[in-house]
């Protein structure tokens, strides 16, 4: 079965037209929760059944609070948060916290509640139907990590947020068929510095990491998409990507919202 990946924003930061990282996957699993939520209708967002979340950082996170508030009453059912560890503390601690927002994993009660939150160990896959869902390794600022969604017939992996990485890499090579690669790059090359301090890429960063991608790991259809550009650098650090790419075999292409990857 081909699964379909509706792109509802991909931007590092907002403005006008631009939502940030929120990946909705056949209708009913959302893959990090950022401002792109917003332009769903309230059927489209009762139909969430799970969310995965990358990391704790607020462009990824901030529309949960208001799902759990949209459709948590109108569900039959809790909406499955996961997340690595310090994702879950983060949330329970600094967000559902009944300060900053309602802790929706009691309300209305602790039996059955709104939203539940799942713990996931870095490399153990989930099998929701069809699809698998394995969280992989990266290296950012925080915990965090990317996702390889894997369908009967192909695969797609999503950094999310992340800077220069070994261990990233080499559980990609470890995937099969891999259709497509969703990729940051946050920042210009004059910016090389903040992206590293910052746990982020810059266009020549990328061009690096990307020769760590094994060919044999890649479908002869495959695609490398970059998101996560901040707002003030956007066109300009994708032609900074172009200038990079002669000597890839794949030439990255910017991530717009409203487009759907299938796999
Ligand atoms: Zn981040
Ligand atoms: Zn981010």
């Not at 967000?95 to 939203?115: E, G, M, R, S």
């Not at 940051?184 to 266009?203: K, N």
């Not at 003030?232 to 994708?238: S, V």
Request: proline letters at 5%; one cysteine or more.
């Amino acid at each position: 079965m081909t699964c379909h990946l509706r792109v509802l924003g991909c931007s590092g930061g907002i403005g006008a037209d631009l939502r940030t990282t929120s990946l909705l996957l056949d209708d009913h699993i959302l893959i990090d929760a950022g401002t792109g939520v917003g332009d769903l209708t309230l059927d489209e967002l009762r139909n969430i059944d799970y969310v995965f979340l990358t990391h704790s950082h607020l462009d990824h996170i901030c529309s949960l609070p208001f799902i759990a508030d949209a459709v948590g009453g109108s569900r039959d059912k809790p909406l499955k948060v996961y997340g690595i560890y310090e994702t879950i503390h983060a949330l329970q601690e600094h967000i559902f916290n009944n300060v900053i927002w309602p802790d929706f994993t009691k309300i209305p009660d602790a039996k059955h509640p709104f939203i539940t939150l799942h713990l996931l160990e870095i490399h153990e896959p989930i099998k929701l139907g069809a699809i698998t869902i394995t969280a992989l390794p990266v290296d950012h600022s925080i915990a965090a990590n990317a996702y390889a969604i894997c369908s009967d017939t192909g695969t797609l992996v999503f950094s999310g947020d992340t800077g220069v990485s070994e261990d990233f890499w080499q559980a990609v090579n470890q995937q099969k068929q891999l259709k497509h690669l969703i990729i940051e790059t946050s920042f210009l090359d004059q910016e090389e510095v903040l992206a590293v301090i910052s746990g982020h890429l810059s266009p020549s960063l990328l061009a690096s990491e990307l020769r760590k991608l094994d060919p044999n790991t890649c479908h002869p259809d495959a695609k490398i998409w970059v998101c996560h550009l901040k707002p003030d650098g956007g066109d300009a650090i994708m032609q900074e990507i172009d200038t990079h790419a002669n000597n890839l075999s794949i030439k990255p292409q910017k991530l717009l919202r409203g487009l759907t990857l299938s796999f």
